[in-house]
Antibody, heavy 119, light 107 residues
Framework: EVQLLESGGGLVQPGGSLRLSCEASGFTFSTYAMSWVRQAPGRGLEWVSVISGSGRSTYYADSVKGRFTISRDNSKNTVYLQMSSLRGDDTAIYYC????????????WGQGAPVTVSS | DIQMTQSPSSLSASVGDTVTITCRTSETINSYLNWYQQKVGKPPKLLICAASSLQSGVPSRFTGGGSGTDFTLTISNLQPEDFAIYYCQQSYNIPRTFGQGTKVEIK
């Protein structure tokens, strides 16, 4: 069964840091790009970042550029999102998702990791 | 960035109805348009990839269409389990923006 399991969410103070992890199973992890998408409470979906299968290419939304870093360890079937200089508007559920391929649609999603930025 | 305009933002319909949701992009994206369904407390679920390609396991009452800048998601014979929020997303370029969502409610 194809599965994504996020971890690392929690409560962090403004200006703090947090690292999310997303462990994949059931597919050849290194073959697929992986994305992070977030959803603030009561709001819609916001695309955050994507990393290629090799890890050599990474892209970010302007709202997180310079503060968040996406990375992956293909030997551990895990993608990470290192978040720093966190702000209140970063409060959200963070989903990792598998990129299907050529059309870049997201065909498998994790259950989400809640992140709350508050003092 | 490519802007997404999804309409309507909400709609009320009855079981058995046919509803259509529209997504318009600010520039042409060929067929790089995807549709997701999200139920309360759950992650999004991919329904349609590449404008019209129905994902495995998704009922055939869901139909995607369009290309260029104008796209539609049509749900025929609406079922109780279809009441949810639907999002379009362009995957043509970075950032891969989402529409604001359409809430489909029971009339």
């Amino acid at each position: 069964e194809v599965q994504l399991l996020e971890s690392g969410g929690g409560l962090v103070q403004p200006g703090g840091s947090l690292r999310l992890s997303c462990e994949a199973s059931g597919f050849t992890f290194s073959t697929y790009a992986m994305s992070w998408v977030r959803q603030a409470p009561g709001r819609g979906l916001e695309w955050v970042s994507v990393i290629s299968g090799s890890g050599r290419s990474t892209y970010y939304a302007d709202s997180v550029k310079g503060r968040f870093t996406i990375s992956r360890d293909n030997s551990k079937n895990t993608v990470y999102l290192q978040m720093s200089s966190l702000r209140g508007d970063d409060t959200a559920i963070y989903y990792c998702a598998k990129d299907l391929g050529r059309w870049n649609c997201l065909d498998v999603w994790g259950q989400g990791a809640p992140v709350t930025v508050s003092s | 960035d490519i802007q997404m305009t999804q309409s309507p933002s909400s709609l009320s319909a009855s079981v058995g109805d046919t509803v259509t949701i529209t997504c318009r992009t600010s520039e042409t994206i060929n067929s790089y348009l995807n549709w997701y369904q999200q139920k309360v407390g759950k992650p999004p679920k991919l329904l349609i990839c590449a404008a019209s390609s129905l994902q495995s396991g998704v009922p055939s009452r869901f139909t995607g269409g369009g290309s260029g800048t104008d796209f539609t998601l049509t749900i025929s014979n609406l079922q109780p389990e279809d009441f949810a929020i639907y999002y379009c997303q362009q995957s043509y370029n970075i950032p891969r923006t989402f529409g604001q969502g359409t809430k489909v409610e029971i009339k």
